[in-house]
């Protein structure tokens, strides 16, 4: 079954400081993988994807993240926090399994950023 | 390129009358459209796969009674939430893929009506 885990309910930075945002999933299949971002009462913004090309991604607002298969994950990072970048993360994956297409969302992580 | 609309933003109705919330893509068709729904600090769950000109495809514990869905267009789905009750207020959330792109692909995402029911 598939699934995603969102190591962190909370991650507080310094500005300036880099971002970690974990992200671990299972999945039968060969998966496709997102990080959203989500802004107080606003709708979801890709911020990058994973669609079986390459394992490291790069995305918008400096951010990437990189599929490790061995150890299903796909963390995103940012090297240098801003205070815009406060907001809540979601990891998505989509895939099709025994069930059906699904498309999962982790539970999110809100990111806290310091001045 | 890829906007996707809803109205309204926010709706205060009373307990047992109906809400009709509109999901437009703005500049493309949308085949497929999605529904969420999200609680305070909690993450989107998938409520049902919209598909125009066909029935939508209704997640498990979704009532479809209950939630109402319409893709009558290729730019527009609507969710009526039918004799709604304070336990249906959240955060609803629509969303649609791009001609062209699989299921796999991103999804854009509306802004988001918030549903309060008094």
């Known amino acids: 079954a598939q699934s995603v885990t969102q190591l962190d309910s909370h991650v507080s930075v310094s500005e300036g400081t880099p971002v970690l945002l974990r992200c671990n999933y299972s999945?039968?299949?060969?998966?496709?993988l997102f990080w959203y971002v989500q802004h107080p009462n606003k709708g979801l913004q890709l911020l990058l994807k994973?669609?079986?090309?390459?394992?490291l991604v790069k995305g918008i607002n400096g951010f990437e993240a990189e599929f490790k298969k061995s150890e299903t994950s796909f963390h995103l990072t940012k090297p240098s926090a801003h205070m815009s970048d406060a907001a809540e993360y979601f990891c998505?994956?989509?895939?099709?399994?025994?069930?059906?297409?699904?498309?999962?969302f982790g539970a999110g992580t809100r990111l806290f950023v310091k001045a | 390129g890829a906007v996707v609309s809803q109205h309204p933003s926010r709706v205060i109705c009373k307990s047992g009358t109906s809400v009709k919330i509109e999901c437009r893509s703005l500049?493309?068709?949308?085949?497929?459209m999605f529904w969420y729904r999200q609680f305070p600090k909690q993450s989107l769950m998938l409520m049902a796969t919209?598909?125009?000109?066909?029935?939508?495809?209704?997640e498990q514990g979704v009532e479809k009674d209950k939630f109402l869905i319409n893709h009558a267009s290729l730019t527009l789905s609507t969710l009526t939430v039918t004799s709604a009750h304070p336990e249906d207020s959240s955060f609803y959330i629509c969303?649609?893929?791009?001609?062209?792109?699989?299921?796999?692909?991103?999804?854009?995402f509306g802004p988001g009506t918030r549903l309060t029911v008094l």
């Open positions: 969303s649609a893929t791009a001609p062209g792109q699989s299921r796999f692909d991103e999804q854009f």
């Open positions: 999945s039968s299949y060969s998966p496709s």
């Open positions: 994973y669609t079986s090309a390459a394992t």
């Open positions: 500049d493309f068709q949308a085949t497929t």
């Open positions: 998505v994956v989509s895939d099709q399994g025994t069930g059906g297409f699904k498309t999962i």
């Open positions: 919209s598909n125009e000109g066909s029935k939508a495809t209704y």
